[in-house]
Every structure is written in structure tokens, then in C-alpha cells.
């Protein structure tokens, strides 16, 4: 057992939206986007979380940063829930927790330069004087890979690999501890994500950064990650380290998801795990398993009760009711 602190640690963590209320009666509906999520990220960690669109991602990723706040459950950073913090600690905390959004043309104001864009965590929370945030802007630029002749040009006038290389600049600028990457190189194109996850490896290795790596694309999540957690409609439904997930992997879905990468040599000896049926919506859940309808070995038993995350080995926790029959 881990005796670290973690440097982030979310308990049973909720995000419930109200979309409206039923024809014809006075109960509320609820989007049931993040349901009870326990995670733990360390210090210089990597921790992947990997599902299908809708399933609530992204929303952890911006309950971590408390950008929102949780119906629910705690969110800690070095053991001290944040969810208790005033406006001016939180403010404080903004310099150690950031983010890297998914498209970054659509991150990054067009009426701004690149050195104005990098510069303005600097000049918000007033730290250096201009000569200083010049130094530190140049810094950071030969850190992601750009040449200071770029700083004052505009985020239009560069390809997407650069202008994700800007948005990472515009992250690290305050020396953050902890970067949630939100597909951060989904909207790129191949040749390009390689070059992007590899720069931010590096970072990490000299800057000591913990990530929080969200991503639909389980290649990448193999390439960059130390833990994987696999998420289904607001719960996480199996986690592990990654060599042992990529190895062993349990739960239905978890196998469906890894079957769906590409092999590249020709006719592969790869068995296939298909998904069956429809996505259920996160209003209308169904009772028990919420992957049931969609698993080719349910039974009768997963529509008993919702099956809790336990650890089935070392490290590897699995939440299906059948996991001992299967496993």
C-alpha cells in the first residue's frame, strides 16, 4: 500500500445537472454526467482517462479544477479539500492547477499575439515586472519548441501542432504541479500528436508535472500514461496501471475498447469484443450494470444491483458483477 500523499484525490465525487421536469409531474431530471468517481493522482504521474464521448471525462477534469462544482464528494489537493477554499485560495491555487483544452484555435483569443497570449497568466495574477515576463515568455516558448520569432504574430498564422504548442506555453507559464490535458492532441493529426506527446513527456520528466490525461484515443493513453481508468456513463468501471490493463484487461467494456485499435499487420491474430445495442442515456439509467445492455456475456445477475469497483489484484480494480466468473 501507498503511504504518499496523493497530490490530487477525488472521493465518491458526483456531478448531477438538472435538465428539466417530467411531463406531467413535479420530479426533477437529472444528467447524471460524473457518479460516484474515487481517483488518486501522485506527484510526476501520468493518469489516463479513457471512455466514449458523453461519459463524463471532461467533466472531472473541470471538477478537479473546481471550474465547477460537484453535487458531491471531495476534491483534495495535497490532502486539503479545495471545495472549502474562498475565492482569494482559490485564486492561489490557479497558479499550481491548469489546463490544455481539446482544440486549440478555439482556446486561444484571435485578437491576441502569441506573446501576449503566453504573457497574460503572468500579468493576471501580477507576478514579475515586464522585462522579467519578456524573459520568462522567451523561456517558455524554447521550452515547447518555438522560436522567439513567433510572438508576435497571430494564432491564425500557424498550424495546429503550433498553436497546441502555445496553448501548452500559455499552461506551464506559471509553473503549474498538476495539468489537466483535455484531448489535447485529438484535434491533430497524426504525425503531429506524436511530436506534441512526446514534447510534453519531456516537460514532465524536467518540471516534475503530475497530468491528468483525458482521451478517447487508448494508443496515446498507452504511449503517455503510468494508470488507466476506463469510464462508462459517469462511473469508472475498471482501473490498473497500464502495462497491467493493456495486458489484462477485465471488464467487457475495457476489452471492447482496446479490440477497436487498428492492427497494423495484416490479418492479425486480434479476437474482437463488439459492443451490442444503443447507449443508454445518464437521465433514464438503467437498474444495475449501465453497461449490462450493451455486454455480450450479461446475465440476469447484472440487473440486480450496480456492481461497486474492487480490487480484483494488485493495483487492477474491476466493477462487473460477473469479474471472477470472466477473470
Known sequence: MNERIPLIEVTDLKKHFVTGKLLFSRKIKYVKAVDGVNLSIYKGETLGLVGESGCGKSTIGRLILRLIDPTEGDVLFKGESILAYGREEMRNLRKKMQIIFQDPYASLNPRMTIFETVRAPLVAFNIGKKHEQMEKVIQILEVVGLSTEVMYHYPHDFSGGQRQRVAIARALILNPEFIVCDEPVSALDVSIQSQVINLMQDIQRELDLS?????????????????????????????????????????????????????????????????????????????????????????????????????????????????????
Open 211 to 327: 497530468y491528468l490525461f483525458i482521451s478517447h484515443d487508448l494508443s496515446v493513453v498507452k504511449h503517455i500514461s503510468d494508470k488507466v481508468a476506463v469510464m462508462y456513463l459517469g462511473k469508472i468501471v475498471e482501473f490498473a496501471t497500464k502495462d497491467e490493463l493493456f495486458a489484462n484487461p477485465i471488464h467487457p467494456y475495457t476489452k471492447a475498447l482496446l479490440s477497436a485499435i487498428p492492427i497494423p499487420e495484416y490479418r492479425a491474430n486480434n479476437q474482437r469484443h463488439l459492443l451490442v445495442g444503443d447507449i443508454p442515456g445518464s437521465i433514464d439509467l438503467i437498474d444495475g450494470c449501465r453497461f449490462s445492455n450493451r455486454c455480450e456475456y450479461a446475465t440476469d445477475l447484472c440487473a440486480l444491483s450496480e456492481p461497486e469497483l474492487k480490487e480484483l489484484d494488485t493495483e487492477h480494480f474491476v466493477a462487473c458483477p460477473l469479474m471472477e466468473k470472466d477473470h
